[in-house]
């Protein structure tokens, strides 16, 4: 079946603009988190949902940064004013449960470079 | 506060030889880990997880990990090396500290396979 898929692959953008990158998680899969990879770094967690709602966004560095999950399914990450920190790989991930043991399976990332 | 220490960045081995990424975490619960698994241009894929059950845990393409529970460790091994198995590798702790399961990601380590 299909896997996790995001889009875009690559995202090139000016300081100051606004963003969105989408997620499209395994069907039927209710938890859906993001994740920032910064160059050699492992991902860095962002925001999870359960169904529609952000059971954690504890990771949301400011509050530059949104997302939702308007229909549990798809999700989108929005950043505002956007800085040229924010360049690194976005990852998307679903699972079918959130307990400590599902495992969550990974889209390939939207590569977001700010200039 | 759970962390995970990847404690070499890079791995460097013979092909047919024996691998062996290390990895130390620190949990003030019964954690879950995992080792993930990112091929060059491709998603990040679960090679295994230790759930509480079994400590010796069997993985995808001849991995297996040990959890050592004195140690604080969750070493990553191989019998023999592949130049396939080349790729970065990420050990992950996940466990309630905060109230859910939000995994924690290592710096990763770049195995490098030689002919």
């Known amino acids: 079946g299909a896997g996790v898929s995001q889009t875009p692959s690559n995202k090139v953008t000016e300081k100051g603009k606004y963003v969105e990158l989408r997620c499209d998680p395994i069907?039927?899969?209710?938890?859906l988190y993001w994740y920032r990879q910064s160059l050699g770094q492992g991902p860095e967690f962002l925001i999870y949902?359960?169904?529609?709602?952000?059971?954690?966004d504890s990771g949301l560095p400011n509050d530059r940064f949104f997302a939702v999950r308007p229909e549990g399914s798809v999700s989108t990450l929005k950043i505002q004013r956007t800085e040229r920190g924010d360049s690194a790989v976005y990852l998307c991930?679903?699972?079918?449960?959130?307990?400590?043991?599902?495992?969550?399976?990974f889209g390939p990332g939207t590569r977001l470079t700010v200039l | 506060a759970q962390s995970v220490t990847q404690l070499d960045s890079h791995v460097s081995v013979s092909e047919g030889t024996p691998v062996l990424l290390r990895c130390n975490y620190s949990?003030?619960?019964?954690?879950?880990l995992f080792w993930y698994v990112q091929h060059p241009n491709k998603g990040l894929q679960l090679l295994l997880k230790?759930?509480?059950?079994?400590?010796l845990v069997k993985g995808i393409n001849g991995f297996e990990a040990e959890f050592k529970k004195s140690e604080t460790s969750f070493h990553l091994t191989k019998p023999s090396a592949h130049m396939s198995d080349a790729a970065e590798y990420f050990c992950?702790?996940?466990?309630?500290?905060?109230?859910?399961?939000?995994?924690?990601f290592g710096r990763g380590t770049s195995l490098i396979v030689h002919p």
């Open positions: 991930a679903s699972s079918s449960g959130t307990s400590g043991t599902d495992t969550q399976y």
């Open positions: 069907s039927g899969h209710t938890a």
């Open positions: 949902f359960q169904g529609t709602g952000a059971a954690d």
């Open positions: 949990s003030s619960y019964s954690p879950s």
């Open positions: 230790y759930t509480s059950a079994a400590t």
């Open positions: 992950v702790v996940s466990d309630l500290a905060g109230g859910s399961y939000i995994p924690t």
